[in-house]
């Protein structure tokens, strides 16, 4: 009885709360639930814990749930290339908490992303802004939608057993779509879905033509040969950036080499081909242009210029 008298003399004096109304695609809020399904091996019978990534939409409440390995990168940015082609589209912005798979240095104000997250943003061309460490209300719709997530679908997996990924996460689809179907009480009935496809969807932009694909970064030097080495392998770069240091991406089929942020030069990636090189005759020098671009006959009329 103390402690409630306690709280509600708090609550009394606590400032007035700001309702949010989000406008149609304007945000998507993302989080990982606190609560995770596990899957079971068939051989040796041990429970593995899985995440669960939940991502809910500002305006509608319309939810996408998945089960992942772990909070790793590579797991993080696949669940939210999987979220964006559920929805069909790309909101304005994406709200993740501040957890190490978004960012890199957490800051009240101005939080570092992650590299990898960064450039998923600029691939969907949409604005990462991260939720505030310790401020629940950046983040109340997930957080509600976890708990939803939490109830609707972890609870009716609780007496099932799944012994793969993929037999979760179809398991997870069947309720997602119970889930955004179920009518809503205090929006007169209509579900989450019809909501989405009356005041979301319109308004998301386009998915690019090609999925985001998942990229390592490094740094490398530029050889007196203009090209660098990259996993046993030389990719060349325009000869001007001789000496300086360029910053590399790779995905599963390209290698893009970039400086100060602009891309300088883009080759197949090619580790099958350990210690030979990969060069665009773009990036020689004029002197080494005449040379590769020489025939024949120019070569015999040069060397007649030189003497016998």
Known sequence: AAFCRR????????GPVLRKHYRGGEVLFVDFSGKRPVIIDPTTGDATPVELFVAVMGASNFTYVEAVPSQRVPDWIGAHVRALEYLGGVPQTVVPDQLRSAVSKPHRIEPGLQ???EDLGRH???A?????????KDKAKVEAGVLVAQRWILARLRNEVFFSLEALNERIAELLEDLNGRPMK??????RRELFERVDQPELRPLPERAYEPAEWEIAKVHEDYHVAV??????????LIGQEVDVRLTARMVEI?????????????????????????HRPPNHKVLFDSNRDQLMQWARDVGP
């Open 231 to 240: 996993r046993e392998h030389w990719y060349s770069v325009p000869f001007e």
């Open 115 to 117: 590299r990898t997250y």
């Open 124 to 126: 969907y061309e949409t």
């Open 258 to 282: 970039y400086r100060h942020g602009r891309r300088v030069a883009a080759h197949a990636r090619s580790d099958h081909e350990r210690f030979r090189p990969t060069t665009d005759p773009r």
């Open 186 to 191: 205090h929006l007169g009935g209509i579900n």
């Open 7 to 14: 709280y509600q003399r708090w609550r009394k004096k606590r």
């Open 128 to 136: 990462i802004i991260p939720a505030r460490p310790r401020k629940p």
